[in-house]
């Protein structure tokens, strides 16, 4: 069973049903009420996490933030980072993968990601992403329905089974669920909030710079991720499998 912070799942459906209409700041607040710092915001800097952190910092919830720096991020995705703890006034937490990339290139040769993509997400994204859940009640994310094909279905609030072997869950909180993507750039703009500059340039979700290119206007906003592969997602939000 889910320790005592966490819902099990009849709550879980009862919350999704009353939070289905509810603002994203009002799942941000119970988030904090319920778990405190075993909440904690995980952010690329899309613009959907730059949303969430706004909304945070606005209504004076404290809620930890963390990221993950693959090492082989775009610069612009880097400075960024700078200049949104300098813009909330916030430190943001930064994971990062056991092996440089020079073990990584002696491990497993090089450029990984050209061969083996999901092995090198798995080694510099998913391993911090766990190491840091194992710490957590609640994983908050800027994850949106509209983002594409295999998001279509999240539910605002969805447990997981995170560590079967200790009975260990994690409920992963999805504030912005029902909003597009035109709503979160509009709160970008209207609230004047520091973003990718790469995003004029026509890219629309930025990862890491050997696997993302700029998309056409009527592609998927991840069309642009891990190109020539059939891999659409990275495994963060995939390695815990499907939902209880
Ligand atoms: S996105 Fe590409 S470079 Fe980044 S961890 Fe995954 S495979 Fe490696």
Redesign the pocket.
């Known amino acids: 069973m889910p320790a005592d912070l966490i819902p099990d799942l009849a709550e879980v459906r009862r919350l999704n049903a009353g939070f289905e209409p509810a603002a994203p700041v009002e799942l941000l607040a119970w988030a904090y009420a319920r778990f405190g710092h075993r909440a904690a915001i995980g952010t690329s800097f899309q613009a959907s996490g730059l949303v969430l952190l706004h909304q945070a910092v606005s209504a004076g919830l404290p809620l930890p933030c963390f990221t993950i720096d693959?090492d082989?991020l775009f610069p612009e995705t880097v400075e960024l980072r700078r200049q949104v703890e300098k813009f909330f006034g916030i430190e943001i937490e930064v994971l990062r993968p056991e092996l440089s990339l020079e073990q990584q290139a002696n491990d497993f040769g090089p450029e990984?990601?050209k061969r083996q993509?999901d092995t090198?997400?798995t080694l510099?994204?998913v391993l911090p992403l766990q190491k840091r859940l194992a710490t957590l009640d609640a994983w908050i994310t800027g994850l949106r329905r509209d983002q594409s094909g295999t998001r279509h279905g999240i539910d605002r609030l969805e447990l997981y089974r995170f560590d079967p072997l200790r009975d260990k869950f994690v409920l992963k909180i999805n504030p912005l669920a029902g909003w597009s993507r035109e709503q979160v750039w509009g709160y970008v703009h209207e609230h004047q909030i520091p973003y990718n500059p790469l995003n004029e340039r026509g890219f629309r979700s930025i990862?890491?710079q050997?696997?993302t290119r700029a998309v056409g206007g009527q592609e998927d906003e991840r069309a642009g991720r891990w190109t020539g592969f059939e891999k659409t997602e990275?495994g963060l939000h995939t390695f815990m499998g499907t939902h209880v």
């Open positions: 693959t082989l990984l990601w993509p090198c997400c510099r994204k990862g890491c050997p696997c990275c």
